[in-house]
């Protein structure tokens, strides 16, 4: 394929680059056009998207000589929409989408279809929408996998068999991700919930993945319960967050606690006795992944699936990537295997936790 003459982010869609807003355009075919758009949703609900999936994408986009443009919506569904407007007329002829709510998403995706594009439903599905394939992590074995994780914190602080009360926080309530864990770690709590092992504790959604309400949201938890919350299925490491500064800033000790994304602070928590456990899935492979099955569709070739996933009735061809628990057992495989920086998580206060 044809490689192009890089162009700058500002020439491709015209917006100001901010760093949340940023717009990341290479190897342009002409100024303002690119075969691949990616759509990311936002900088703030997990660090992820800019730190993992924008350079995986780039990194992929590159070696294989496509062009593309790289937007982000700062969590403005509506921005999003615009954004894959721009890339439309500007020629794209693959969207890999990263869903904020349904409606834009589905109003997306028909946009795309009507100009011959093809999309990769990336990370999250639009259940019900008309993309051509989903690509993502198992999304019910990351909640699997944080719910063990709870029942481990608990087992390992001595709260187990003391009837623990078990409170749920969430993901977005637009986000079909959202339910996946939470059937996950469901699966694992409730059977502990209906034997009386364990209390349920409150149980809500977080709009929007928001950090900041998720820490309003868990402090009102707290009241409700009189403080006596022993475990948290937080369902990533930035909602997770959100109940360690809670409970610090209450002077209460440390509970058992999931996450997810393998986020440095995610670690630092982990390392110092205030999170039990994250979910690593390696956006490093699943953007190769999504890069690959745009070169294929700009080739007219069929992608790379391991399966199907149900699509209101129908089967949407996907590529799932299984997901690993990270714990302080073995934390370290995120630093050996490049995922991480071990200088950007063992500084400061958190440097004499690390091994």
Not at 4 to 15: E, H, K, S, T
Not at 167 to 177: C, Q
């Amino acid at each position: 394929m044809t490689k192009f003459v890089l162009v700058l982010a500002v020439a491709v869609v015209g917006v100001a680059t901010t760093v949340s807003g940023a717009v990341a355009g290479g190897q342009g075919k002409a100024q303002g056009s690119a075969d691949v758009c990616f759509l990311l949703p936002d900088p703030k609900t997990s660090v992820r998207w800019e730190t993992q999936d924008r350079p995986a994408f780039i990194a992929a986009a590159k070696k294989a000589g496509v062009s593309y443009v790289v937007t982000n919506a700062d969590g403005d569904a509506q921005k999003q929409r615009s954004q894959a407007d721009q890339c439309l007329a500007n020629g794209a002829k693959v969207v890999v989408l990263v869903s904020l709510d349904f409606g834009s998403s589905l109003a997306i995706e028909k946009a795309a279809k009507s100009k011959g594009a093809k999309i990769i439903e990336y990370d999250r599905q639009v259940v019900g929408g008309v993309g051509d394939i989903y690509m993502s992590f198992e999304g019910k074995r990351v909640g699997v996998l944080q719910g063990q994780g709870v029942v481990r914190g608990l087992k390992a602080n001595g709260k187990y068999d003391d009837d623990p009360v078990v409170a749920r926080l969430n993901g977005g309530p637009t986000d079909n991700n959202s339910y996946l864990f939470k059937s996950g770690y469901d699966s694992v709590l409730n059977p502990l919930f209906k034997n009386g092992t364990f209390k349920k504790g409150p149980n809500q959604f977080v709009p929007g993945w928001d950090n900041q309400k998720a820490r309003t949201i868990f402090e009102q938890m707290l009241v409700r319960a009189g403080n006596k919350i022993d475990g948290v299925a937080a369902a990533n490491d930035g909602l997770a967050n959100a109940v360690v500064t809670a409970l610090k800033a209450k002077k209460l000790k440390p509970v058992a606690l999931s996450g997810q994304d393998a986020t440095e602070l995610g670690v630092q928590n982990i390392i110092s006795g205030w999170q039990t456990m994250t979910v690593w899935k390696d956006q490093r492979k699943l953007g190769r992944q999504a890069v690959a099955a745009a070169v294929s569709f700009l080739n007219n070739r069929k992608p790379k699936t391991t399966g199907t996933v149900p699509n209101k009735g129908k089967r949407l061809p996907a590529y799932i990537i299984q997901p690993v628990y990270i714990g302080k057992s073995n934390y370290t495989t995120l630093f050996t295997s490049g995922y991480l920086k071990k200088s950007n998580v063992c500084r400061g206060e958190y440097k004499k936790y690390c091994k």
